[in-house]
């Protein structure tokens, strides 16, 4: 039987890989709805409303399991990581608890005015709902990241007994790599859900279905992603200095770099056996590896060797995964100038193999955040508190057969529930952008004027409402 | 009085606020999935979701507070109770991951709506279930040994516990059921003024047993209530719940409309009080006080501060809210 805390981390993967997907899709989405709501009010034309209520729709789709998988997450720290708990909640629980109590209940408040108070609330009010919560998923970004970054760069805390206690609490949020991480998550979230709305258009118009507002939205997307990606791609190579000041070992990790040296070469591929201390079948170049990660030409780099063998975090996942979100992030780039490049010709929505290019790329804005957070995530083993705590230290004293009991139900039920979800949401994307409700105007809310008395027949629940 | 005194105090007064605050406002939503079984057919239970759906997700996140306050202000107690509950807080979350989702799903389904009504029904009896488990453990007491709970991971399995859990399954169906005469009319109003005096009855029932079974247990969570003069002065709780209880009675046999909820509510937080003042000053009887499962001033101050501001805040755009949706929910209204 594997340990508790083996299987708590497994689960804690798991869990934690099916739920990022949804709050950044959200983050994403909800700027995105506030975009749309905001140019409707603006022009007022059909296609901006129509826009609204379609992703709206997918929006509260992604939201809700978004919901269902975060209320797991913050029990989580408690049931499976008790150890984390008593020797780090002091500094990470009000973290968490602001999170609460700025962005949960800003979010799931308004989100009910914003799917049901349409005929209900004026037009500014309905917006002012939308940007209320697209600010509620920004607020907990800003949470969360700044506790994730707390446990990657800890810095504001003292230690007594082998307890952390917050010394310094603008230091604990604003800890060294927070304002790098926190843009680079938010910026991933809005890729990844610009690559959905460019690509969801690329299908459109590819079926030759809505094409004006499949035209409308890829030309969005691109413009979005031609200048956001090369302002992450800066934002990503600062979040590898800071990886490099402060936690040197995840770089050799990130590189699979076993010799500290200069001038190190960059590995494009390679198999790092971490028995041998070696990699097999490397492709490098040389030089590129100290001018990425140092910016100099001759740069050193600590090696793996450095640090004690239990201190080394696992090679191969960060080495690969950073592979993978890296190249995806060119390709994706890639795809925007190129669209960028047949928009200028006029060619953009008649370009067929540039469209079926879009749609096998949709997935890849959450590939790459996927495998950006394992590089983060398994890149700080065997730590969970940088340098400080051992995540042995961290898992709860309950029995393996509770995990194991629980770690089988959250596969089986994230299967089932989530894979049902995406199903949902291509159903949706199938429908696609359908004309709204037209709106009678003027509205005139509802509130106080309703009628209380049992005037209506008892007949009439029983009516038949359609479908 | 210092900081290390007070601040636990006020924070134990918080998350007890946090708690009732859910237990009442996705009480009733719960209420609903637990009577879901009662409705005539799919469109009745599509009206009594479309009651909730627009405020439902809100009142969840109560609980969110409630968890995330514990781990930030008594991060022992939250560490020792969730881990020891493992199995019960799995079944609550695996529970409300079904309620959770059956709100947006079945109404994007055709012909499997039925079957997340089901998940709607079964993840809200599961849910009410799992609490009172909860609950009933808490009350009954974890004996902790060198600050560990080693009873194992079924330690919280008592007929005590079982009972609590039966118990918070009827009475969050009460509140579904006075929360569904005000929100609908005809038909479905009726089904639920038919539900409501049995309900009300079962609930009356339990929380007598409830009483009579404290005594007994080791948690000696009702001492205070039998030492000495404290009867005298708990004497309005005890008494203010049997008011309550005519109260609510006499409002259903009137048909009024908005009552029943309301005494329904009160119900539930003079209930609360009770084991509030019973529980005081442990938060995890019958041992760990508040003092000793504390986070350091230095923790607690600093979220106090913001919860100083944002939860009057938070309850003020709930207020507004539930104003936007107030009034009775027509059938075939709500989902677009």
Known sequence: MPTAEFLSRLQFAWVMSFHILFPAFTIGTAAWLAFIEGVWLFKRTDLWRDLYFFWLKIFAVAFGMGVVSGIVMSFQFGT?????????????GPLLNYEVLTAFFLEATFLGVMLFGWKKVSDRMHFLATCMVSLGTLLSSFWIMSANSWMQTPAGYEIHDGVFYPADWWRVIFNPSFLVRLPHMVLAAFISTAMVVGGVSAVYLLKGRFVDRAGA?????????????????????????????????????????WDTASSVPLAL????????????????????????????????????????????????IPFFSFRVMVGLGLLMLALALLGLWRWKRGSLVRDRWYLKAWVVMIPSGFIALLTGWWVAEVGRQPWVVQGLMRTSQAASDVPASSVLASLITFVVV?????????????????????????RER??????????????????????PMGD | MDWPTVLPVVWFFIIGFAVIMYVLLDGFVLGLGILLPFADDEDQRDHMMNTAAPIWDGNETWLVLGGAGLMATFPKAYAVVLSALYLPILVMLIALIFRGVA??????????????????SVGSVLTALAQGLILGALVEGM???????????????SPFAVMTAVAVVFGYALLGATWLILKTDGRLQRIAFDLTRPLMLAVIGFMLMVSAWLPFLDSQLMERWFTGAHMLWLSPVPILTVLNA???????????????????LCFFALGFVGLVVGMWPNIVPPSMSIWEAASPPSSQGFVLVGAAFLIPAVLAYTVYSYRVFRGKVLAGEGYH
């Open chain 2, 103 to 120: 709100f947006e799903f079945r109404f994007k389904a055709h012909r499997s709506r039925w079957l997340w009504g089901l998940a709607f």
């Open chain 2, 143 to 157: 004996p902790l040994t060198g600050g560990k709970y080693v009873q194992g991971a079924f330690g919280w399995f």
């Open chain 1, 80 to 92: 499976n990581w008790a150890g984390f708990s008593i020797v780090a909640g002091n500094v990470v």
């Open chain 1, 217 to 257: 939205m890829l030309k969005l997307a691109l413009a979005f992603l031609a200048i956001v990606i090369p302002i992450q791609i800066v934002i990503g190579d600062m979040a590898g200095l800071k990886v490099r000041e402060y936690q040197p070992a995840k770089l050799a990790a990130i590189e699979a770099r």
């Open chain 2, 246 to 264: 005519i109260l609510l009675w006499r409002a259903v046999l009137k048909n009024r409309e908005v009552q029943p909820f309301v005494l329904a």
């Open chain 1, 442 to 463: 003027p509205v005139t809310p509802v509130h106080g004027n309703r009628r209380r008395t049992p005037a209506r027949p008892l007949s009439a629940p029983d009516d």
């Open chain 1, 269 to 316: 591929f390679a198999w790092p056996d971490e028995q041998a201390e070696t990699n097999h079948y490397a492709v490098e170049v040389p030089h590129l590896g100290s001018l990425i990660l140092t910016h100099s030409w001759n740069g050193e780099v600590k090696g793996l060797k450095d640090f004690p063998r239990d201190e080394r975090p696992p090679v191969k």
């Open chain 1, 414 to 438: 994230y299967l089932g529930i989530f894979g049902a979800g995406i199903w949902y949401l291509f159903k949706l994307f199938r429908d696609g952008p359908l004309p709204a409700p037209q």
